[in-house]
């Protein structure tokens, strides 16, 4: 199913980033970037390390400060932003299962009390979407990498996002997690969500996206995966260092 | 009924033999009555101040206690209680910290090392211009903490401050706690996260000053480190991690306060609640090594 399919579905916002400039000291990080993500699209970022995609997600989340004109357009009056990060910095060691950090993430309720009445039928169902109901009461220290992405990704299902911002969320997924991966796309294109993604697996993108933008300090290519993600193109994204100009 | 009759009626019920002899005496009263407060406020935000690693910090706002006592004293407070000075320096301490950890970029740990050091030769040089004019068990006693001064007036002061930090901490406990996990991931789910680190700042700066006349300057900070520690060794989950730590912290406060006055110790409460801390925190250890179980997870 194309963007344009969803359209008429769509409950995620439209995005435009108009010229949005980023310097962080003195080096350039984001410059002229410029281009728009449709309504209950899945919109990947593609780019070298370094190139400012995550400092794009940082600046549509309202945490850096910027030039440009960055505008959402919400469908309705709710707007829910979801955002499933590529890691999470806490001490391995730490006694808490996969239940706390959910009641942590979804509820006011001290996590140390239990999961609430109010927000258990909503974990359960997240757990169960990525497959980890039956590993709720393991410590969080204790999954693999690819079932500690899993658990990132159900606490993105709460509340039920209209945009969905996700970091690379395949780096540490095994096979069963992709597949995982796959059917929450799957249920967002059909729910209408806005998915915009960062992405370093182009196999991946180039089968699931709708849209794809190549970012490397600036936009070096914006279009459907088939007719971006060529081998010239990619040549061009990947060969130059992002960062090699700072500012005189 | 008022504090001092209801002191006077556990006072009398010791006398008459239906409760310990140690309570017979009205300081001890006071000073587990202290007790009872410090240890579940201690225990229970020193699980997140493990979480947060903020455990050096603590150390240090207890150290600054030192220098706020010594300031307290030379502006001519009452030595027993200078709680003016000592909230306002320490707050000071904690903020500034704060400030300069998120305006420098320096590592906390090496932000600690600077205020720490300068806040004790600041205060080592204040209380020893004040050496002459006090009696030198004060410093004893704000250094190593002691129950026979634990007043009326400081358990105002722990009642006012416990309430505070418990209307603050637990509502806000998830949220301070998702601040530390990623703090991009907060900020999307509606955590102020710099907000929330300055109030950390202050919650702890405020149960940490009001703890200092019974556990002392040198020593408060630990119970807010060492319950949650003992804790983390032996639980399998938040709700574990929370209550093991409060009960250490809670038996470790009254159990330090009573053993030195059971057994005529000459040992300050402050040294004693930390050692039996450090008990617990050894059978914690040693459980872990012993019980395969608490190593592993459950499948």
């Known amino acids: ?248 | 009924m008022s504090f001092e009759s209801f002191r006077q009626l556990v006072q009398d019920w010791a006398t008459a033999g239906y409760l310990p002899e140690a309570l017979a005496y009205g300081f001890v009263v006071n000073a587990l009555l202290a007790g009872l407060m410090i240890g579940p406020v201690l225990g229970g935000l020193g699980t997140l101040v493990v979480v947060k690693r903020f455990a050096f910090f603590s150390e240090a706002v207890g150290h600054a206690a030192l220098t706020g006592v010594a300031i307290g004293i030379l502006l001519g407070e009452p030595y027993t209680g200078p709680y003016g000075s000592l909230f306002g320096y320490c707050l000071l301490f904690g903020i500034l910290l704060n400030f300069l950890r998120n305006r420098t970029g320096l590592s906390p740990d090496t932000l600690i090392g600077v205020f720490l050091s300068v806040s004790l030769a600041l205060g080592a040089s204040l209380l020893l211009m004040l050496a002459g004019k006090i009696n030198v068990h004060i410093l004893e006693n704000v250094l190593f903490g002691s129950v026979l001064t634990v007043s009326a007036h400081d358990l105002l002061v722990l009642a006012i401050v416990a309430v505070l930090v418990l209307a603050l901490a637990l509502p806000l406990y998830n949220r301070i706690m998702l601040a530390s996990f990623n703090p991009q991931l907060a900020a999307v789910r509606g955590v102020a996260v710099k907000t929330l680190d300055y109030l950390f700042v202050v919650l702890v700066t405020l149960v940490t000053v009001a703890s200092v006349k019974v556990i002392g300057a040198i020593l408060v900070g630990a119970l807010l480190v060492i319950p949650a520690a003992a804790a983390r060794l032996v639980s399998q989950s938040l709700k574990g991690f929370f209550f093991v730590s409060v009960i250490i912290a809670t038996l470790s406060t009254l159990l330090g306060i009573l053993l030195p006055i059971v057994f005529d110790l000459p040992v300050p409460s402050g040294a004693a609640i930390i050692l039996v801390a450090g008990i617990c925190f050894a059978l914690a250890a040693l459980a872990r090594a012993l019980v395969p179980r608490l190593q592993g997870n459950p499948a």
């Open chain 1, 1 to 248: 199913m194309t963007a344009a399919a969803n359209l008429t579905s769509a409950c995620g916002p439209r995005i435009e980033f108009d010229g949005i400039d980023l310097t962080l000291g003195r080096t350039r990080i984001l410059e002229n970037v410029r281009f728009s993500v449709a309504p209950g699209s899945v919109h990947a970022i593609v780019g070298p390390n370094g190139g400012g995609k995550s400092s794009l997600i940082k600046t549509l989340l309202g945490q850096m400060p910027h030039q440009g004109q960055l505008t959402l357009h919400w469908p309705g009056e709710r707007e829910v932003i979801g955002y499933v990060p590529q890691a999470l910095e806490f001490d391995r060691g730490l006694p808490m299962t996969v239940d706390d950090f959910m009641a942590a993430m979804c509820q006011r309720r001290p996590a140390f009390l239990g999961l609430s009445r109010r927000v258990r039928p909503a974990i359960d169902a997240a757990l169960a979407r990525v497959g980890m109901l039956d590993k709720r009461k393991r410590r969080m220290g204790a999954l693999s990498g690819g079932e500690r992405q899993r658990v990132l990704l159900a606490q993105g299902l709460i509340p039920e996002p209209q945009l969905l911002v996700l970091d690379e969320p395949m780096s540490a997924l095994d096979e069963a997690g992709i597949q995982v991966f796959e059917q929450l796309l799957h249920g967002w294109r059909q729910a209408g969500t806005t998915v915009l993604w960062i992405e370093h697996d182009l196999e991946a993108v180039l089968r699931l996206a709708d849209r794809v933008t190549g970012l490397s300090r600036q936009v070096l290519f914006d279009a459907p995966p088939a007719q971006a993600l060529t081998p010239e193109r990619l040549l061009g994204l990947f060969s130059v260092h992002p960062r090699s100009e700072s500012l005189a």
